[in-house]
């Protein structure tokens, strides 16, 4: 009975502790507190997750709105006019983030929006070629 006892409790301490040591979601208020180089801007450690915390809720996979999923790097550079690489003033995404008149601006109201540092980062990851790195 005490052995079967010190298994249950050992089994619980192990999952609760795996469980919560794993916590791999990452909020917005984590992604705020990311800060983006001002050059070699990676998309997989810094482009990637700001997509995913504050753009794919609508961006993307099945939710395409304006035909625009940002789930990987081929898709979000998939069409040169809503990213050009090495222009980041002729890319549709950077007028629609910093909410150029010209587009629809993102993220629409009642959305997590962007700070300046990760409107700044994706500028920069643009320039430098959007990379897919």
Do not use: R
Not at 110 to 124: A, D, E, F, R, S
Request: proline share 8%.
């Amino acid at each position: 009975m005490k052995n079967s006892i010190f298994i249950f409790l050992f089994a619980a301490f192990t999952a609760f502790i795996l469980y919560n040591g794993c916590k791999d979601t990452i909020t917005n208020s984590d992604i705020n507190k990311v800060v983006i180089p001002d050059s070699n801007v990676s998309y997989s450690k810094y482009i990637q997750p700001l997509f995913n915390v504050k753009c794919t809720s609508c961006h993307g996979n099945g939710t395409t709105d304006g035909g625009v999923t940002l789930t990987s790097c081929s898709q979000a550079t998939a069409d040169p006019s809503i990213v050009f690489p090495g222009e980041p003033e002729n890319s549709i995404l950077v007028w629609a983030i910093e909410g150029n008149p010209a587009t629809s601006p993102m993220p629409p109201i009642g959305y997590p929006t962007l700070n300046q540092n990760q409107i700044q980062g994706v500028k920069v990851w643009i320039k430098e070629g959007a990379q897919c790195n």
